[in-house]
């Protein structure tokens, strides 16, 4: 085993990823905890085509379909709650440059749910009868499609119901609050199917706000919800979830909610966020003062800092943080 699995989040993106592959994040809340600057990054390395996996949508999705870089995606909401439609989504799957498969959020639970079963298929009473197993983003010419959610008979009572096909993408990122420098990770707050992602994926790299020495996930194994056997890095980026929210660390940036999905209306907006946010920004100190000290003080005053109590004497430094990154047992190898 080695002595921790901490890479830089640069590092996660360029030795994990690749153009086309089928990669998922977001499974939470469109406004909540998501490993938001996984999908920056991602940008920042300029990956394309690729075929993403969101639970909801979030505002990682948005960005990746505005700049152009997710020919397909499957996710069972693609809305921003209060902060309104998508408008980057909504702009590539208007112009044809992302071919969106809708399903309702009860369907992607059990489909996420289906692959870290490994199951071959995944009984299925939802979505039957409606647009949306008959109506495929995949293969729009089939209608009705007899492929998207094709019919199967029960068994046992002689039914005929519907299968969805199972949910294995190659990698997801997920976000965490906590993690210890072996992978072991505890989430606050609403999981929205990341303890089934981390056993669906094929690979799972963790973005947490947070590193904890491991006596935190000795002291409270039940809250393990990833443990490091599923897990091959760990990345260390406070505010990751970044306009969205993450419980016990810091709320939603309501101001910038809005403003992201402003400019990722246009083109040209979408050009000047990313000139800004993603291909401006070179470190972790440097994405923090993109946010503004002021900003991430409100922010941090949350009203669920509560929750971190209980762990709060095994948080480890930002300086003991980069100790570890400087001694990874990659750089010795």
Same mark, same amino acid.
Request: net charge negative.
């Given at each position: 085993?080695?002595?921790?699995?901490?890479?830089?989040?640069?590092?996660?993106?360029?030795?994990?990823?690749?153009?086309?592959?089928?990669?998922?994040? &977001?499974? /939470? @809340?469109?406004?909540?905890?998501?490993?938001?600057?996984?999908?920056?990054?991602?940008?920042? +390395?300029? *990956? %394309?085509?690729?075929?993403?996996?969101?639970?909801?949508?979030?505002?990682?999705?948005?960005?990746?379909?505005?700049?152009?870089?997710?020919?397909?995606?499957?996710?069972?909401?693609?809305?921003?709650?209060?902060?309104?439609?998508?408008?980057?989504?909504?702009?590539?799957?208007?112009?044809?440059?992302?071919?969106?498969?809708?399903?309702?959020?009860?369907?992607?639970?059990?489909?996420?749910? &289906?692959? /870290? @079963?490994?199951?071959?298929?995944?009984?299925?009473?939802?979505?039957?009868?409606?647009?949306? +197993?008959? *109506? %495929?983003?995949?293969?729009?010419?089939?209608?009705?499609?007899?492929?998207?959610?094709?019919?199967?008979?029960?068994?046992?009572?002689?039914?005929?119901?519907?299968?969805?096909?199972?949910?294995?993408?190659?990698?997801?990122?997920?976000?965490?609050?906590?993690?210890?420098?072996?992978?072991?990770?505890?989430?606050?707050?609403?999981?929205?199917?990341?303890?089934?992602?981390?056993?669906?994926? &094929?690979?799972?790299?963790?973005?947490?706000?947070?590193?904890?020495?491991?006596?935190?996930?000795?002291?409270?194994?039940?809250?393990?919800?990833?443990?490091?056997?599923?897990?091959?890095?760990?990345?260390?980026?406070?505010?990751?979830?970044?306009?969205?929210?993450?419980?016990?660390?810091?709320?939603?940036?309501?101001?910038?909610?809005?403003?992201?999905?402003?400019?990722?209306?246009?083109?040209?907006?979408?050009?000047?966020?990313?000139?800004?946010?993603?291909?401006?920004?070179?470190?972790?100190?440097?994405?923090?003062?993109?946010?503004?000290?002021?900003?991430?003080?409100?922010?941090?005053?949350?009203?669920?800092?509560?929750?971190?109590?209980?762990?709060?004497?095994?948080?480890?430094?930002?300086?003991?943080?980069?100790?570890?990154?400087?001694?990874?047992?990659?750089?010795?190898?």
């Amino acid at each position: 085993m080695p002595a921790h699995r901490l890479i830089s989040l640069a590092e996660a993106v360029r030795r994990y990823t690749r153009d086309g592959m089928q990669y998922a994040s &977001g499974a /939470a @809340l469109p406004i909540g905890s998501d490993a938001i600057v996984f999908g920056r990054e991602l940008l920042r +390395q300029r *990956r %394309s085509k690729l075929h993403a996996i969101f639970h909801c949508n979030s505002q990682q999705l948005n960005l990746l379909a505005a700049a152009g870089a997710v020919d397909k995606a499957e996710c069972g909401f693609s809305g921003l709650e209060v902060f309104g439609f998508a408008n980057g989504l909504r702009r590539a799957v208007e112009s044809g440059q992302t071919a969106l498969e809708d399903y309702s959020n009860l369907a992607m639970a059990l489909r996420l749910l &289906g692959g /870290a @079963l490994n199951w071959p298929f995944v009984p299925a009473t939802v979505n039957i009868g409606s647009d949306i +197993q008959h *109506r %495929s983003a995949f293969a729009p010419e089939d209608y009705p499609s007899t492929t998207k959610i094709p019919t199967v008979t029960d068994p046992f009572s002689g039914r005929e119901i519907g299968a969805f096909s199972p949910l294995r993408p190659e990698l997801a990122a997920i976000h965490v609050s906590l993690a210890d420098p072996q992978g072991n990770a505890i989430m606050l707050g609403s999981e929205w199917s990341r303890f089934e992602l981390s056993r669906a994926a &094929g690979k799972v790299i963790l973005i947490a706000d947070a590193i904890v020495d491991g006596a935190c996930m000795l002291q409270f194994p039940n809250l393990v919800r990833i443990p490091d056997i599923l897990v091959e890095a760990v990345v260390y980026h406070p505010f990751a979830a970044w306009p969205q929210s993450s419980p016990g660390w810091y709320d939603a940036d309501e101001a910038h909610m809005l403003h992201m999905n402003q400019a990722l209306a246009t083109a040209e907006g979408t050009a000047q966020y990313l000139n800004e946010f993603v291909y401006g920004v070179n470190s972790l100190d440097d994405y923090l003062a993109r946010i503004g000290d002021d900003v991430r003080a409100r922010l941090s005053a949350t009203a669920t800092g509560f929750l971190l109590d209980p762990f709060r004497q095994w948080i480890k430094t930002p300086e003991q943080v980069a100790a570890l990154l400087a001694h990874t047992p990659e750089t010795h190898a």
